[in-house]
């Protein structure tokens, strides 16, 4: 079946701009998560959704970052005034149930650059 | 606050050889242990271990907990080229924060 999906794939953004990334999760997975990869580095939480509710969002590292799942399903995160600091690949999860009882399964990201 | 370490960084091996990963960990409550394999793109799950002891295995490659010592490792035999990847390790708690804690990850290069 079909796997966690985002886009674009890739971005470049000039710094000031305003970004927005979309994750499709699997169908009928109702846990969603966005992570921020910087190079040579594991992915770092940001968000987490459990259908249409935020639960967790103490991974955003500034107010200039939002994300939203309005309807259960499709998710966008949105960065505001892009900083060069923001340059990273933002990776899409999504998982059947509860978190931490099953795993994560992984879109391709969106690498985002600011130049 | 949650740690998790791998070790080593990287490894330069050579095929057919076999290689041991390691990942410590040090979290509250904690629930499972998950291994994930990443290439140029998304990570892709191999393993999660939540009890102690419990071989789990998948063809060459095969994990195990020691939750007393608060670490795993992931081995992988008869490594062959299509192994080089980076290979993370995330931990995941019973309460709180809903989220996996990656390590740095280990990259793997497995030379014919």
New interface residues.
């Given amino acids: 079946g079909a ?2 999906s985002q886009s674009p794939r890739y971005k470049v953004a000039k710094r000031g701009q305003d970004v927005a990334l979309r994750c499709d999760p699997i169908s009928g997975h109702v ?1 969603l ?1 966005w ?1 921020q990869q910087a190079l ?6 940001l968000t ?1 959704f ?1 259908n249409e509710a935020q ?2 969002k ?2 955003l590292p500034s107010d200039r970052f939002f994300a939203e799942r309005p309807e259960g399903s499709v998710s966008t995160l949105k960065i505001q005034r892009t900083q060069q600091e923001d340059s990273a690949v933002y ?1 899409c999860a999504s998982s059947l149930a ?4 099953s ?7 969106t690498r985002l650059t600011v130049t | 606050e949650d740690k ?1 370490v ?1 070790s080593p960084l990287s490894l330069v091996v050579h095929e057919g050889d076999t290689v041991t990963l390691n990942c410590s960990y040090e979290v509250t409550n904690f ?2 242990l ?1 291994w ?1 394999k990443q290439e140029k ?5 191999l393993f ?1 271990l939540t009890s102690s002891g419990i071989e789990k295995k998948s063809g060459r490659l095969s994990s195990i907990l020691d939750k007393k010592e608060l670490f795993s490792i992931l081995n992988i035999t008869a490594t062959q080229t299509g192994d080089s990847a980076v290979y ?1 390790c ?1 931990v ?3 309460q709180g ?9 280990t990259r793997l290069t497995i030379n014919p």
């Fill in positions: 796997g966690v846990s998560f992570y040579g580095q594991g992915p770092e939480f987490y459990q639960l967790d103490s991974g990776l509860e978190p931490g009882w795993e994560q399964y992984f879109g391709p990201g | 998790v791998q629930r499972s998950l994930y793109k998304a990570p892709t799950f999660m993370l995330a995941h708690r019973i924060a809903q989220k996996l804690v990656f390590g740095q990850g």
